[in-house]
């Protein structure tokens, strides 16, 4: 779902919190965030690039709303915005498949420092295609910078500059009432025995912080990721945990992921104040980032209720 905004006029998404109060033996009585509206511009030049395969993380979504989804002709396949459903995929999982790629004949590929393998990447130089790394993000700051090298990327900057001028104007304005909350982000991947508190830089951190509570995993644990023991727990005692929502139901859900160790221990456990966010929509930072913060926000207000 996309909202329309031009130079002049600039539309704030309708938020779309969803409370699921036992109607999922997967979420129970999590908050869930599974989706969020984009910013977009009208685009108002021609890119120099007219076909795109779009590979670093969030790539696709920005090339979207930059008004030109039409030079997309594949994506990874962690672009998961409706809007991008008629895009092929043409990655196996989050592997480079070289060979479909080249039969696309496409222009550029855009990647990051994350995409890979290696000798995949060098097949598509060695077919001749070019190959643009553009920066990561993990941080709020970050997103205006990955779309400007984006844009520049496929040859519209000014479409760039004026998406990153329509998100800049929708920062949400943070509430008393959750000023200072205790938030802990948790990824999980149980089927895999991946349990992990995010930290300093975990990217999660700057959306708590954006908010106006606080990530107490990033104002004690140094790391990004780090392991997540029942003392760490216990001692974080953070009074809301978020989650993706991949993570929460590979525990088995609200029951299944507070006994797990040190959980039921802690205020948000004993409360049950978990949010669930959709997997590729929490740390996309992108043009669906602002109305995810005035959901996250809203989020945080409910459950704090409890």
Do not use: C, H, M, W
């Given at each position: 779902m996309r909202t329309r905004v031009n130079i002049k006029v600039l539309t704030v998404a309708t938020v779309t919190l969803i409370a699921l109060a036992g109607c999922s033996s997967q979420t129970g009585r999590a908050f869930e965030i599974p989706t969020a509206s984009a910013v977009t511009v009208s685009a108002t030049e021609d890119p120099k690039i007219t076909r795109v395969v779009a590979l670093a993380n969030g790539s696709a979504e920005i090339i979207s709303a930059l008004g030109v989804k039409s030079i997309l002709i594949g994506r990874d396949i962690a672009s998961t915005d409706v809007d991008l459903s008629d895009v092929p995929v043409v990655t196996s999982g989050h592997q480079v498949i070289p060979e479909k790629i080249i039969s696309l004949n496409p222009d550029l590929v855009i990647i990051d420092k994350s995409t890979g393998p290696q000798n995949a990447l060098d097949a598509l130089r060695s077919a001749g295609i070019r190959v643009v790394q553009t920066p990561e993000a993990w941080k709020l700051s970050d997103i205006s910078v990955k779309v400007s090298a984006i844009a520049d990327a496929i040859g519209a900057p000014a479409l760039g500059a004026q998406l990153n001028i329509a998100m800049a104007n929708l920062s949400p304005s943070q509430s008393p009432t959750i000023s200072g909350t205790r938030i802990?982000?948790?990824?999980?991947?149980?089927?895999?025995?991946i349990y992990l508190i995010g930290g300093k830089g975990s990217g999660?951190?700057?959306?708590i912080n954006a908010i106006g509570a606080v990530d107490v995993g990033a104002a004690a644990l140094a790391n990004p990721f780090n392991s997540m023991t029942s003392e760490s727990m216990v001692s974080l005692n953070p009074e809301v945990i978020l989650l993706m929502t991949k993570g929460l139901a590979s525990t088995g859900g609200v029951a299944g992921f507070v006994d797990l160790?040190?959980?039921?221990?802690?205020?948000a456990g004993k409360?049950?104040?978990?949010?669930?966010?959709?997997?590729?929509?929490?740390?996309?930072f992108g043009p669906r980032t602002p109305d995810l913060l005035v959901q996250l926000l809203k989020a945080v207000e409910q459950v704090m209720q409890k």
């Open positions: 802990a982000f948790l990824y999980l991947r149980g089927s895999s025995a999660a951190d700057s959306l160790p040190g959980v039921a221990q802690t205020e409360n049950k104040r978990i949010i669930a966010v959709d997997d590729s929509l929490l740390l996309s």
